[in-house]
């Protein structure tokens, strides 16, 4: 049975690209034969100094995006990493098994160390990532293709580990969805869609209202040809739009090319609004309706199972040094 682990930060509000890159994988994978561990990496989201109230409300929010988006909360186990604290536990062993080059050569890294200034957190980043994965011994990660470099570091950290102490670790895979994988910012398509992006009308967050989502994919950045054609290079934001249709309808590309090949954009632009306000309708009216009981319920008996893993891969990992 597949071990599957992956995490999102509480820094903010869930964005369309973190539901169609990752989010919509998980609650999939929340159906099938596997064991899931969803995770509030709060830990990570302190190399940001984030305001504590900020961070409280994030990472209540974040819960409740997760399970109004529809994870199958018996299936799998939902639980803040802050509350576990064999991650960090683990991830002061595994640093002895990545080098500062290569936490210094982190695309992330160095755009982040850029506009934070840079502490260690920020650098050693990806260990704690690795340890996030590991310490449940996860062989698949469902995220986007921002995380391809984090997870590379994570696979070779496990094979050393591996050969000097023993076959602990599982070697993890990444995988994605047909589509949606890297969403753009609408405005600035050579972008990625983010939380802290610099033109919060580049990016649709779960909780938009209708007509501004509608507004937003009106006044989004596209090109003179017209004509709905996927070339990422030359017609990005198009071709982002093309991305998102296919994801929400879990298509091909090519079926989406097809669907609209006698669309002019402005047809295009609001039927991709429409699909996109479907898809969130009942992820927001399912966030109003949880209530804290519901949640408290849903966290208490997950991080006792969460533990129960984690403290077994410990167990297992001292031995394995010779510690403790
Ligand atoms: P985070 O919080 O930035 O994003 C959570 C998930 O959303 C995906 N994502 C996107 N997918 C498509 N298009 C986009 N524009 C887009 N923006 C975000 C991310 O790829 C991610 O899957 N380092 C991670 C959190 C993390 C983690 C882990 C993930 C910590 N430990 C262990 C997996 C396994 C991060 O910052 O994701």
Same mark, same amino acid.
């Given at each position: 049975m597949n071990t599957v682990f992956s995490g999102i930060q509480p820094s903010g509000l869930v964005h369309l690209g973190n539901l169609l890159g990752a989010i919509n994988n998980w609650v999939k994978l929340s159906n099938e034969n596997s064991k899931n561990y969803f995770c509030i990496v709060d830990l990570h989201s302190l190399t940001g100094l984030p305001n504590k109230n900020d961070l409280k409300k994030s990472i209540n929010d974040t819960l409740k995006v997760l399970v109004a988006s529809g994870i199958n909360t018996k299936t799998s186990v939902i639980y803040t990493?802050?509350?576990?604290q064999e991650h960090a536990y683990l991830s002061w062993i595994l640093?002895?098994?990545?080098q500062v080059g290569e936490l210094q050569r982190m695309t992330q890294f160095k755009e982040k160390a850029s506009s934070f200034?840079? =502490?260690?957190g920020l650098l050693t980043y990806p260990i704690l990532m690795a340890s996030d994965i590991l310490i449940h011994k996860a062989n698949e990660v469902p995220v986007g293709d921002d995380q391809t470099q984090h997870l590379e570091l994570t696979r070779n950290i496990a094979e050393r580990f591996n050969t000097n102490y023993g076959e602990i670790f599982p070697i993890p895979e990444k995988t994605s969805g047909k589509s949606g994988a890297r969403l753009m910012s609408l405005? =600035?398509?050579?972008n990625k869609m983010s939380k802290s992006s610099d033109d919060i009308n580049g990016t649709i967050y779960f909780n938009d209202e209708k007509d501004n989502i509608l507004k937003k994919f009106k006044s989004s950045v596209t090109d003179s040809e017209n004509i709905v054609r996927y070339d990422p290079k030359n017609k990005p934001g198009i071709s982002n739009l093309i991305e998102i249709y296919a994801a929400v309808n879990d298509k091909e590309i090519s079926e989406t090319e097809k669907e609209f090949e006698n669309s002019q954009y402005g047809e295009f632009k609001i039927a991709v609004a429409e699909t996109v306000i479907d898809y969130l309708d009942p992820i927001k009216k399912n966030f109003d309706d949880l209530t804290s009981d519901n949640l408290e319920d849903i966290v208490v008996s997950n991080l006792k199972s969460a533990k129960d893993s984690a403290q077994k891969t410990i167990i297992e990992v001292e031995e394995a040094l010779g510690i403790s």
């Open positions: 990493q802050s509350n576990l640093s002895n098994f990545c200034g840079t =502490h260690s405005r =600035h398509p050579e």
